[in-house]
C-alpha cells in the first residue's frame, strides 16, 4: 500500500508541476478546454503512471481513472478562474487529485480506519497542544498587546495579519523543538528572529517600539515553551 502511495503521488507531482512548463499553463488558462497542452498534460501523467508502476498494465482500470479524472478537475479549475480565490482553487483541486490517488489505493488495498486510535490520549493530547499553540495563544497575545497602540504597531507598510501568522508559526517550531528535544535549535531561532528585527528596530530608533517587540517575542517564545514542556510532561504519563 505504501509503495503503490509513493508511486502514485510522485506520478502526480511529477506531472503536475515539474513536467508542466509555464506555456502549457498559459495556453491551458487561454484556451480551456480547447488547448492541446491540456491533453498533453493528461498524457504526461499517463506516461507518469505507465513509468512508475513498471508498464504494469493489469492496473489500466486505474490509469484511465486517474488521468481522465484530472483532466476532468483541471477543466472545472480552468472555468473557475477568476470566480474563486486562487489560493482556495489551486487547494481543492489539489485536495481532488489527491482524492483520486487515495480511492484507487484503497481499491487496491482495501484499510479499515481505527477510531480508536484517533481518540486516544496521545492523538487528542496533541490536538489540544496545537489548538493551545496557535489559536488561543494568538488571542492571549492581542489581548496583552493591546495594552499598548503604536503608530509603528499599526503601519498599512505592513503585510495583513503578517505579525499573527509570524507568531504562530514561531511557537509551532518551538513547540516541536522541545518536542525533538533541540533547545540549541530555539536559542538559533531566537537569534535568527533578532537579527531580522534589527534593521527594523535601528531605522525606527524608539525605545518603545524596541520595549514592544522585545514584550512580544519574549511571551510568545515563553508560552510556547510553557506548552510544550508542558505536553512533554504529560505524554510521558499517559
Known sequence: MILLSLKLLIAHILG??????????????????KS???????????LSLLILLQFNWSYWPYYILIVVSHVIIDVIKLNLEGKINTRLLFIIDQLLHLIIIGLVVYLNNPITINFEHIYSKEVLLFILAILLITYVCSIIMKMIMSKWNLKEDNSEDSLKNAGKYIGILERLFVFGFIILNQWSAIGLLITAKSVFRFGDLSRAKDRK???????????????????GLAYSYVIKKC
Do not use: N
Open 16 to 33: 503536475d508541476f515539474v513536467l508542466q512548463p509555464d506555456r502549457w499553463v498559459k495556453h491551458k488558462k487561454k484556451k480551456k478546454h
Open 36 to 46: 492541446k497542452f491540456l491533453y498533453f498534460h493528461g498524457l504526461v501523467h499517463l
Open 209 to 227: 517600539l524596541t520595549e514592544y517587540m522585545l514584550i512580544g517575542s519574549l511571551i510568545s517564545f515563553g508560552l510556547a515553551i510553557l506548552i
